[in-house]
């Protein structure tokens, strides 16, 4: 019998999907060369990672770019810089997304003039820009203008797409965070189908795109998604967000075309889920994270990109993403999985589970929509409170064990490591000479450009700005002329102005009256009566650009539970906002988040200030994803206690913060 013949299998494989690495450090040539060598061995399209600079709107010699530059992704300040990224690459030929948000608009302007450069025709360019900038208020922090200032850019870049770029994506709505930040899978889908209730809205009343076209449009919003361990639950995620995908744009928005209103979707597997202990159970993890967005064909993502297994320890070295590549492959090629039609249709289970999600998916977005949309939801912090208060009930589960995560709070005993023998050469290192040749190169670009043409352009961007015309004919101006990333964003800044958004801290529920919390707290209101303070005093900090807040308010939650009077002003501050809170505050320890490896140039920079201020006596401790040989360097200059993610018993966490205290006060 012809084995092709077997009853059940289709008669052609479905079609792989396009296989991604998350890739981009140090310099776009650094950056351009790992491309080319992932391409050489299979990869299927590009994901471009831009480090933190680029994606808040600075150019690598601001001040707030110290320690940033090159450190989660690739910099790029101008033109020349993206000529460098895609040189080589036939940008008409491949398939290229940009983890880019609040300066997506800037970033498509260059890879389009690049691609046009090449004698690319951008209708025929295929790819994505993120350009979600909802979840940025809530998880990755990467905002720069106000919610409504935002979507006005985001609904021009679908605008000039729809003309232009047929075959982009102008907008990747990003699920993906949510979960990260706490959200259950009834919070993702209903949070993200609000966020993309609201860029629709946005599109349709701006007037910019007739009404009978806005099945195109639909067609062109894809989502991104995370997958979590739970497998069998992220399928039905997958299959419940399909579903209501369906019924929103044909109700909402007359969407009559079943193709248009298909659900259409990339994924990254949970990158934060990953362990620092125990790291080679990643594989396992990635693997399962995997098949819960492949196993079902009529749910099954177009676009996977995973994470590497050492990910929890520091940026993966190319042989780290090519072993997260042959996963891919060995699932799409030598499996028979692509052979077969859904696996789950008619399941009874699954059924069950997808209409769970579906329904509670359901009354979370009327929720939303009943505040008035996802705008104000936001500015009112109700869906950042949401996801702190999940994430704290998460983290509860796992400290008592309900939630096991193996090799961290269960099976903990473990032989040496093969994989992490090597210390820190088992992830790549970022030469620090990369940001001070990133910032003499962006100060040669700005000399030798035409500086009247400059100003031109950045005038008429700020005119614009100022009225309801789209933004996207005079930001590919200021491509042209040469203005860099912080230039454009900082004229938009002028216009729109920046936004600070809610903590959610507010949202954080206590943990409970356990046994343990109960001791933590007497020990606080003794230390504090001891001291003659009304109470103990807790600046969290995070210096720097990094926005993965989610530790750190996590910390500040638990902190107030055990009694402690908390003082967090949100992310992206400076050494010297920190050590004037600090000051100011009369705070008895400070505490610094630090995830995206600046830590050897963000920390000293406080230590340093609070000596200039007469405060060395002032405890510092740090948390962060910090290898151990900076570990030792921070202790060095310091520091007086480092935590990484295996301290993951948060209210161990706090004890431990009061000893130093005590320590620091001769107790």
């Not at 691609?115 to 360019?125: D, I, N, V, W, Y």
């Not at 419940?240 to 075309?257: C, K, N, S």
């Not at 990484?644 to 130093?660: C, H, N, R, S, Y």
Request: charged share 20%; net charge negative.
């Amino acid at each position: 019998m012809d084995e092709k013949a077997l009853p059940g299998r289709l008669p052609e494989r479905d079609r792989p999907w396009v296989m991604r690495t998350y890739a981009g450090h140090s310099s776009a040539a650094a950056t351009n060369a790992l491309f080319r060598r992932n391409l050489a061995k299979g990869q299927t399209g590009l994901s471009v990672a831009f480090d933190l600079p680029t994606q808040t709107g600075y150019d690598p010699d601001h001040e707030l770019a110290v320690g940033e530059v090159g450190r989660v992704g690739v910099p790029v300040s101008q033109l020349g810089d993206a000529r460098a990224l895609f040189d080589g690459i036939p940008l008409a030929e491949m398939n290229t997304s940009m983890t880019i948000n609040a300066p997506a608009m800037w970033l498509l302007g260059l890879y389009s003039t690049v691609a046009t450069e090449q004698g690319a025709e951008l209708s025929r360019c295929a790819g994505t820009t993120q350009n979600d900038i909802i979840k940025e208020y809530l998880s990755r922090g990467t905002y720069i203008f106000p919610p409504a200032a935002s979507l006005r850019l985001t609904a021009d870049v679908i605008a000039y797409t729809l003309r232009e770029m047929p075959r982009w994506n102008p907008v990747n709505i990003c699920s993906y965070h949510l979960q990260e930040a706490g959200a259950t899978p009834v919070q993702e889908v209903g949070f993200a189908l609000a966020t993309a209730v609201a860029v629709l809205d946005t599109v349709r009343d701006s007037g910019q795109v007739p009404a009978e076209r806005m099945g195109d449009v639909v067609q062109r919003i894809s989502f991104f998604v995370n997958a979590g361990v739970r497998f069998v639950e992220e399928i039905a995620k997958m299959r419940a967000f399909g579903a209501l995908w369906d019924e929103i744009t044909r109700d909402r928005y007359g969407v009559e075309d079943p193709r248009q209103r298909r659900f259409r979707y990339g994924v990254q597997v949970n990158s934060l889920g990953l362990t620092e202990a125990q790291p080679e159970n990643n594989v396992q993890r990635i693997v399962l994270e995997m098949l819960g967005v492949t196993f079902s064909r009529d749910a099954r993502a177009r676009a996977v990109q995973l994470p590497a297994w050492n990910e929890a320890l520091g940026l993966p070295r190319p042989w780290d993403q090519q072993w997260s590549l042959r996963m891919q492959q060995v699932l799409a090629y030598e499996s028979d999985l692509l052979e077969y039609p859904d696996l789950f249709a008619g399941s009874h289970v699954m059924t069950a589970l997808v209409d769970g999600i579906v329904g509670g998916a359901r009354v979370e977005l009327a929720k939303v929509l009943d505040m008035g949309g996802v705008v104000a939801a936001v500015e009112t912090g109700y869906l950042k409170s949401a996801l702190v208060a999940s994430l704290a009930q998460r983290r509860h589960r796992m400290e008592v064990g309900s939630d096991v995560v193996v090799g961290v709070n269960r099976f903990t005993g473990t032989e040496p490591s093969p994989l992490t023998a090597a210390g820190a050469e088992a992830v790549e290192q970022v030469d620090p000479a990369v940001e001070a040749t990133a910032a003499e190169s962006v100060r040669r670009w700005r000399a030798d450009r035409d500086a009247a043409a400059v100003d031109a352009a950045l005038t008429r961007l700020r005119a614009t700005a100022a009225t309801e015309e789209n933004l996207m004919a005079a930001t590919l101006e200021c491509v042209r002329v040469g203005v860099t990333t912080g230039e454009w964003a900082g004229a938009l800044r002028q216009i729109f102005g920046e936004y600070r958004a809610p903590t959610g801290l507010a949202g954080g529920a206590a943990s409970g009256g356990g046994a343990e919390l109960t001791a933590l707290r007497a020990r606080v209101a003794a230390t504090a009566r001891e001291l003659g303070s009304g109470r103990l005093r807790l600046l969290v900090g995070k210096p720097g650009l990094d926005g993965h807040s989610n530790g750190a308010e996590q910390i500040a939650v638990r902190a107030r539970d055990a009694g402690f009077e908390v003082v967090y002003q949100g992310i992206r501050l400076t050494a010297g906002q920190i050590v004037a809170a600090a000051v100011e505050e009369d705070v008895d320890l400070v505490g610094l988040s630090v995830l995206s490896g600046s830590h050897l140039a963000a920390v000293p920079a406080v230590l340093d200030g609070l000596r200039a201020a007469g405060r060395p006596d002032l405890p510092v401790v740090v948390g962060g994803i910090i290898p151990a040989p900076d570990a030792e360097q921070l202790r060095a200059a310091g520091v007086a206690r480092v935590f990484t993610p295996k301290d993951f018993a948060l209210t161990g966490i706090i004890d431990e913060l009061v000893t130093v205290i005590r320590e620091a006060n001769d107790r």
